[in-house]
């Protein structure tokens, strides 16, 4: 493949310290949680994080819902849990989608590891503003 048709350097991804996860890879586990793109959607938020918390059977973080929502549940593994991971588009465009209104939600989260857990922050966007860690930012140009 030539360098330039290569979406990870046009990136500049590794110059980022950013690993892209492959599609013949599907998810890549860091420590006990699942990182994956997502491959079922569930009409309600949270609703798909509690099918692929089932499917994957630890904790995982996806995208493909567009949609923030976050499941927990206690088993004998201890406490783990789902999130759904919002979209960064714009969604005055997705109403080229279809007549109704898309229930998607601008958003993403932060995730901290330690050596033995770690925590993910989901970070609405909402009105174009962020708040997180009581600071605000505009997301506007």
Known sequence: MLKSLNL???????????????????????????????????????????????????????????????????????MVGAWENGCLCDLKLVKMWGKELADWQSGFSVIYFTDHRFQVDQIPIISKTILYGGQTWNTSP
């Open 8 to 78: 990870n350097w046009m990136l500049g991804l590794q110059e980022l310290g950013i690993k892209s996860i492959q599609e013949e890879e599907g998810y890549e586990r860091r420590g006990n949680l699942c990182l994956t793109h997502g491959t079922i959607i569930r009409q309600d938020s949270g609703a798909t994080a509690r099918g692929m918390l089932k499917k994957f059977g630890i904790s995982v973080i996806h995208g493909h819902t567009h949609r923030l929502g976050s499941t927990f549940k206690t088993d004998l593994r201890g």
